[in-house]
Antibody, heavy 123, light 110 residues
Framework: QVKLVESGGGVVQPGGSLRLSCAAS????????MHWVRQAAGKGPEWVAV????????DYADSVKGRFTISRDNSKNTLSLLMTSLRVDDTAVYYC????????????????WGQGTTVTVSS | QSVLTQAPSASGTPGQRVTISCSGS????????INWYQQLPGTAPKLLVY???QRPSGVPDRFSGSKSGTSASLAISGLQSEDEADYYC???????????FGTGTWVTVL
């Protein structure tokens, strides 16, 4: 079945780095744009980054621009998020999510989500 | 604080119709497609509405989306106990150059 599975979360000190991964299965990965979305405890979701289906373009929320890098390996059906210069306010559950093929554009609906991986930034 | 504002809570009895509002601006709701997500406790968000008023396959037609000007709405008709969840609107914001989620509305089924 269609599935996204995140991994790589953990506890890291402020200023540290972490790489998250998202393994896709059950669908043609290279047909879909992909997003990372995060959610701090008790808060609403926050969009983090998007990458085009072929990796040709990417975009970031201002809060992470210059610190986070989204990438994908279509040969391995894997999405990644490299997070550097981590701050306490980056603490959240991080989800990868698929752009729906029926969406108007890359920002009109994420139809498949992973279960999330938890990142805690603390000294 | 988000640029898309929702009431923190809403409620209704089984079978009732509940409407959730999302207030924004010219740079988001008026200009762009609206999405609605449902989030049950401890789970990932689920897409309920895309392109402002379209439902993905498998989403019951009890859920319907609309917008007028700088406001959007999600209506839930025939409210059921399993509809108890957080609901978030979302849209691209041209000014912020980002995809923004609303503040969220918790729906209680009385």
């Amino acid at each position: 079945q269609v599935k996204l599975v995140e991994s790589g979360g953990g506890v890291v000190q402020p200023g540290g780095s972490l790489r998250l991964s998202c393994a896709a299965s059950g669908f043609t990965f290279n047909n879909h744009g992909m997003h990372w979305v995060r959610q701090a405890a008790g808060k609403g979701p926050e969009w983090v980054a998007v990458i085009w289906f072929d990796g040709s373009n990417e975009d970031y929320a201002d809060s992470v621009k210059g610190r986070f890098t989204i990438s994908r390996d279509n040969s391995k059906n894997t999405l990644s998020l490299l997070m550097t210069s981590l701050r306490v306010d980056d603490t959240a559950v991080y989800y990868c999510a698929r752009v729906a093929l029926y969406a108007l554009n890359y920002f009109d609906g994420m139809d498949v989500w992973g279960q999330g991986t938890t990142v805690t930034v603390s000294s | 604080q988000s640029v898309l504002t929702q009431a923190p809570s809403a409620s209704g009895t089984p079978g009732q119709r509940v409407t959730i509002s999302c207030s924004g601006s010219n740079s988001n709701i008026r200009s762009n497609a609206i999405n609605w997500y449902q989030q049950l406790p401890g789970t990932a968000p689920k897409l309920l509405v895309y392109s402002t008023n379209q439902r993905p396959s498998g989403v019951p037609d009890r859920f319907s989306g609309s917008k007028s000007g700088t406001s959007a709405s999600l209506a839930i008709s025939g409210l059921q106990s399993e509809d108890e969840a957080d609901y978030y609107c979302a849209a691209w914001d041209d000014s912020l150059h980002g995809y923004v989620f609303g503040t969220g509305t918790w729906v209680t089924v009385l």
